[in-house]
T-cell receptor
Framework: GAGVSQSPSNKVTEKGKDVELRCDPISGHTALYWYRQSLGQGLEFLIYFQGNSAPDKSGLPSDRFSAERTGGSVSTLTIQRTQQEDSAVYLC???????????FGPGTRLTVT | GDSVTQMEGPVTLSEEAFLTINCTYTATGYPSLFWYVQYPGEGLQLLLKATKADDKGSNKGFEATYRKETTSFHLEKGSVQVSDSAVYFCALSVQGNNRLAFGKGNQVVVIP
């Protein structure tokens, strides 16, 4: 496809369970970002991957959150021991340039019950 | 730190009215500025951008000018349509930082 894709589109999980969210960036884009969109906090940066460099994890809210990017393409965001406050829409974006123009996927809506 | 402030509250206006959404920023470096739009049920889309002072970004009848002296990037459209109903986010990125810092967003509702 031409755009950023994310899966699943919706995920409902019980408190305490682990979840994995997937992002397929635009082909050829070297930069990949994860953001979280919630009612209380707005849009927050989580983590950034650029090529083979070490990721910028400075936005991750706790050590329950982690992400990896395999082969410089697909990325997985993992949330362990989910809490209700993790409920949000998780957005992935990719970029082919260094000036910050990012293209967003449709998001994964996570609901923790 | 880097931050973006948007005017509070939703904006409701009639079709063909003039739209302004205020955006001011604080940045440690020299930022690029963006407006993103989120239509109902859709993902975030880049609406326009400006990368240096006095640049004007424009798209779909929307405009915003990068004002370094007032640290602002206000969004304007001269005649809105119902199809412009969406949430609008102002954002910045600073080179070397790369992440986007977003404002809280403004819900715009255009009534026929």
């Amino acid at each position: 496809g031409a755009g950023v894709s994310q899966s699943p589109s919706n995920k409902v999980t019980e408190k305490g369970k682990d979840v994995e969210l997937r992002c397929d960036p635009i082909s050829g884009h070297t930069a990949l970002y994860w953001y979280r969109q919630s009612l209380g906090q707005g849009l927050e940066f989580l983590i950034y991957f650029q090529g083979n460099s070490a990721p910028d994890k400075s936005g991750l809210p706790s050590d329950r959150f982690s992400a990896e990017r395999t082969g410089g393409s697909v990325s997985t965001l993992t949330i362990q021991r989910t809490q209700q406050e993790d409920s949000a829409v998780y957005l992935c974006a990719s970029s082919g340039s260094l000036n910050g123009e990012q293209y967003f996927g449709p998001g994964t809506r996570l609901t923790v019950t | 730190g880097d931050s973006v402030t948007q005017m509070e509250g939703p904006v409701t206006l009639s079709e063909e009215a003039f739209l302004t959404i205020n955006c001011t920023y604080t940045a440690t470096g020299y930022p690029s500025l963006f407006w993103y739009v989120q239509y109902p049920g859709e993902g975030l889309q880049l609406l326009l951008k400006a990368t240096k002072a006095d640049d004007k970004g424009s798209n779909k009848g929307f405009e915003a000018t990068y004002r370094k002296e007032t640290t602002s990037f206000h969004l304007e459209k001269g005649s809105v349509q119902v199809s412009d109903s969406a949430v609008y986010f102002c954002a910045l990125s600073v080179q070397g930082n790369n992440r986007l810092a977003f404002g809280k967003g403004n819900q715009v509702v255009v009534i026929p």
